[in-house]
């Protein structure tokens, strides 16, 4: 059963003629410090007249065992959910907002659909990447099933909302082509520093195309996730293609260790899904 929207309150539609890289974005925020920190990033990567929507959500499964005291969990449980919202639209007060009931990434995964959004934006509360995958934390499972490209946002030591630098990931692929394309783009609207990295010994890499897709592009041996999340400022974004694996395919691959090891908040991102 999808997710059913419970509360909605709209902002200015978006500009038919946006630019940018991502028009649509979709954020999921709980009220805990890391989602609004999410939240402000997100708005930071809209491109300028793009949209931004903020999601709630409302998830009463746990209610259903409560028996006579389920009506009031629940209603703390829609509290809570408001109060997230309202903390979320004191960062970023020109976004839409939603409280949506259901579990939250089954919500966000929803959402995106029907939002047609080009980004999907994520806190994390830094549980190990066993754990999640275990107890499917909403970040992995998002790593996993998003059909759209996704920030997992982290709080920065500095606070700032801008990232200070920009680094991405090159191996040759189609993949890591799109990636520096976001880069470049988001380089230019966040006006930071982009640095291109390619690392040879990764089992994809493909030098020559390495060379077709960029000329000034970083070269380093070693394994790609270790020398990536190494390099990556704290303060920083690091940027990565997906091959657009999904569920178990995607374990292990490159952008799904990545963004659970890097200290720094990752965008991985996909390329446009076409019908």
Request: net charge negative; charged share 20%.
């Amino acid at each position: 059963m999808s997710a059913r929207p419970v509360e909605q309150e709209a902002s200015r539609p978006a500009s038919e003629s946006t630019q940018g890289v991502f028009a649509r974005v979709l954020c999921g925020v709980d009220g805990t410090p890391q989602s609004l920190a999410a939240v402000r990033q997100a708005d930071r990567l809209r491109a300028s007249g793009g949209s931004l929507t903020v999601i709630s959500a409302l998830d009463l499964g746990a209610t259903a065992q409560a028996g006579w005291a389920a009506t009031q969990a629940a209603e703390v449980l829609r509290a809570e959910a408001k109060s997230a919202l309202d903390a979320a639209r004191a960062e970023a007060p020109n976004a839409a907002f939603k409280v949506v009931e259901g579990r939250p990434d089954q919500v966000l995964l929803d959402q995106a659909g029907q939002l047609s959004a080009t980004l999907v934006v994520v806190g994390t509360h830094e549980i190990s990447r066993p754990i999640g995958i275990a107890l499917g934390s909403v970040p992995t499972m998002m790593l996993h099933e998003a059909r759209c490209s996704l920030l997992v946002a982290r709080e920065r030591p500095s606070g700032a909302d801008t990232p200070s630098s920009i680094l991405v990931g090159v191996d040759g692929s189609v993949e890591s082509a799109a990636a520096v394309d976001v880069a470049r783009a988001l380089g230019d609207h966040l006006q930071v520093d982009v640095q291109l990295l390619a690392v040879r010994e990764g089992k994809d890499f493909d030098q020559s195309a390495v060379d077709l897709i960029a000329d000034d592009v970083r070269y380093e041996d070693g394994k790609p996730v270790e020398l990536l999340v190494a390099m990556a400022e704290d303060d920083g974004l690091l940027i990565v293609g997906s091959r657009g694996l999904h569920g178990v395919r995607s374990l292990g691959s490159v952008s799904e260790r990545v963004a659970h090891k890097a200290r720094c908040s990752v965008l991985v991102v996909r390329p446009p899904q076409v019908p």
